[in-house]
C-alpha cells in the first residue's frame, strides 16, 4: 500500500506534488506547482501539484474502466466501504481538523464540532439510503430501474472543503459511480487527506481520482471531457457558468450549488432576545463563507432601534484571533482575494449610506498580518443597495425593514438567489405559511437542528439539482423504463 507522505500526523506542513489515479499515488504529467497560503500568517506553507488536461485524460480513463465493475458491486459490499470511510473520517478528525485550520483558517475547535463531523455525516448518509433505496420498482408490467450515471466529474469549493467533498463524492460511489473530483487549489490539503482515508478504506482502484489544479485548467477539461457523463460544482456563479458551457457541447448532467443572499425573516410574534443573536451567529458561522448564510435579516421597521443593539451585542462579543486557539470563535477570511472582496463591500456599504452598527473597514485590532476581518453589522439597508443583492461571503450582516408581512416576504425574494432562507416566529402556522412563500430550496423555521437527509440545493441563480440525503443520492441515478416486463 502507498502511503501518502505528504501530511503527517503532525501536520508537517509540507506536501508532496502528488495526485491521486487509479488507486496509487502518481506525478503529475506536468511538474508545476500551486501555493497553499495559511490565511492566519500569509505565509506558503504547503505546494501541491498543478494538474492539467493531460492528469484529467489519466484519471478519467480509470474511473471509467472502473466504473463496470464498481457499478455491479452489490449493495452491501459498497455500503461496507462506506462504512469504513465514514469511520475513518471520526477516527482522524484531529488530523483532518488540523489541516482545515492551515488550509483556509477555521477555529480549530469549529473544525473538530462541525467541518469534520458534518462532513462524516454525508457518508453515514450515503450509506443508509444505499442500504435502503429500490432500484427496481414494477407497475403495471413497467419496470422502473434506477441505475449509476456513469464517471462524474466533481468539483468543490473552498469554504467547506472536506464537507463539500463527501457530499458528492459518497452519493455517487454509493450510486455506483466513479469519480474524479478537483478540489479547490486554495484549500486541498483535507482533500489529499480524504484520498489517503478513501484509499485505506479498500476502495478499489479507480473508482475515486482526485487531480489537484486551477479551474481554468483541471475544472475546464473535466466539464468538456466526453468521458465524463455528469459534472457536480459547488462554487460561484461565474464559475458554475462556465462550467456549464464547457459541458454543453457533449450534452453532460450538469448540477450546480452556486450563490447564495439569503434571508432571516423575524416575524413580529419572534423572541427576539433569542432570534436576533441567533440570527447573527448563523450569518458569522464559518466567518460568514457559507452560500446559504441568512446575512439578511429581516425585521419589522418598529423594532429596528432593539434588533440593532442585540445584533452588536452578539457581533462584538465574538472572539476574533488565531484559529489554533480553543476560545477563538471566527478565524480569518479564507484567502487574499476574499479578504479583499469583503472589505471592498464593506466600504461599498458605506458609500451606500447604509448605517453602521458595528464592526467595519480594516483589520482585527492587534493583527498586522492575516485575514482577519471585523463582523460587521449594517442597518437602515435598502433592498436595491448592493450589499443587501451581493454575496459578500464574509463576516457581513445586513438588516433590512419591513412594515407588514408582505413586505418581509417581498424583500426576501427581492434577490436573484435562492438558496436558503430562515424564519423565525412563534405562530408555527404563520411561521409555515410565510415559509411556503419564499423562493428558495431550503427555508428553516426557528434555527432547529442540522438536518443532513433534508435535500439541499438552489432555485434561480443559486443553481440547479440537489444535494443531501435520498434526492442528492438521485442526482447520481439514470432511469430507465423497461415496458412489457411483466407483473
Not at 475513518?88 to 485550520?101: G, K, W
Not at 455528469?230 to 459541458?247: D, E, F, H, K
Not at 448540477?255 to 443572499?261: C, D, H, R, V, Y
Request: glycine share 8%.
Amino acid at each position: 500500500m502507498t502511503t501518502y507522505p505528504a501530511i503527517s500526523d503532525s501536520l508537517d506542513r509540507q506536501t508532496s506534488q502528488q495526485f491521486y489515479i487509479d488507486g496509487r499515488w502518481v506525478h503529475p504529467a506536468i511538474a508545476a506547482s500551486l501555493p497553499v497560503i495559511d490565511p492566519a500568517t500569509e505565509q506558503v506553507v504547503a505546494q501541491v501539484a498543478r494538474g492539467s488536461a493531460e492528469d484529467v485524460e489519466r484519471a478519467v480513463a480509470a474511473a471509467r474502466a472502473a466504473f463496470a465493475g464498481w457499478s455491479a458491486t452489490p449493495v452491501a459490499a459498497r455500503a461496507q466501504v462506506l462504512g469504513k470511510i465514514h469511520a475513518l473520517i471520526l477516527e482522524r478528525t484531529e488530523q483532518l481538523a488540523q489541516a482545515l485550520c492551515l488550509e483556509m483558517g477555521a477555529a480549530i475547535g469549529f473544525a473538530r464540532a462541525m467541518q469534520v463531523p458534518l462532513a462524516a455525516e454525508h457518508v453515514r448518509v450515503a450509506r443508509d439510503v444505499l442500504s435502503s433505496y429500490r432500484f427496481q420498482t414494477v407497475e403495471r408490467g413497467t419496470a422502473i430501474e434506477r441505475e449509476p450515471i456513469g464517471v462524474c466529474g466533481l468539483i468543490t469549493p473552498w469554504n467547506w472543503p472536506l464537507y463539500q467533498i463527501t457530499a458528492k463524492v459518497a452519493p455517487a460511489i454509493a450510486a455506483g459511480c466513479t469519480v474524479v473530483l478537483k478540489p479547490s487549489e486554495l484549500s486541498p490539503l483535507s482533500a489529499l487527506l480524504f484520498a489517503q482515508l478513501v484509499h485505506d478504506a479498500g476502495l478499489p482502484p479507480g473508482v475515486f481520482n482526485l487531480v489537484n489544479g486551477s479551474g481554468a485548467e483541471v475544472g475546464a477539461a473535466m466539464a468538456a471531457h466526453p468521458d465524463i457523463d455528469m459534472i457536480s460544482i459547488t462554487g460561484s456563479n461565474r464559475a458554475g457558468a462556465l462550467v456549464a458551457q464547457a459541458a454543453a457541447p457533449t450534452v453532460k448532467r450538469v448540477t450546480q450549488e452556486l450563490g447564495g443572499k439569503s434571508p432571516n425573516v423575524l416575524l413580529p410574534d419572534a423572541d427576539f432576545a433569542k432570534a436576533v443573536p441567533l440570527g447573527v451567529m448563523s450569518a458569522f458561522r464559518n466567518v460568514g463563507q457559507s452560500c446559504s448564510a441568512p446575512t439578511r435579516m429581516i425585521v419589522p421597521k418598529d423594532r429596528l432601534a432593539e434588533v440593532e443593539a442585540l445584533a452588536a451585542a452578539t457581533a462584538n462579543a465574538l472572539i476574533v484571533g488565531d484559529p489554533q486557539s480553543q476560545d477563538t470563535q471566527l478565524g480569518p477570511i479564507a484567502n487574499q482575494a476574499q479578504f479583499d472582496r469583503v472589505q471592498a463591500m464593506i466600504q461599498v456599504g458605506l458609500d451606500e449610506g447604509a448605517r453602521l452598527v458595528c464592526g467595519g473597514p480594516g483589520r482585527v485590532a492587534g493583527f498586522a498580518t492575516g485575514f482577519y476581518t471585523r463582523p460587521t453589522v449594517f442597518s437602515e439597508v435598502a433592498s436595491a443597495m448592493r450589499i443587501a443583492q451581493e454575496e459578500i461571503f464574509g463576516p457581513v450582516l445586513c438588516i433590512l425593514a419591513y412594515e407588514s408581512v408582505d413586505q418581509a416576504v417581498a424583500i426576501a425574494n427581492d434577490t436573484v438567489y435562492g438558496l436558503g432562507a430562515h424564519v423565525q416566529g412563534r405562530d408555527l402556522q404563520l411561521a409555515r405559511a410565510v415559509a411556503s412563500r419564499i423562493r428558495a430550496g431550503q427555508v428553516h423555521l426557528n434555527h432547529p437542528a442540522w438536518n443532513p437527509m433534508a435535500p439541499f440545493g438552489g432555485y434561480k441563480r443559486s443553481g440547479n439539482g440537489r444535494e443531501y440525503g435520498v434526492q442528492g443520492f438521485e442526482e447520481y441515478l439514470e432511469t430507465k423504463a423497461i415496458i412489457g416486463f411483466g407483473e
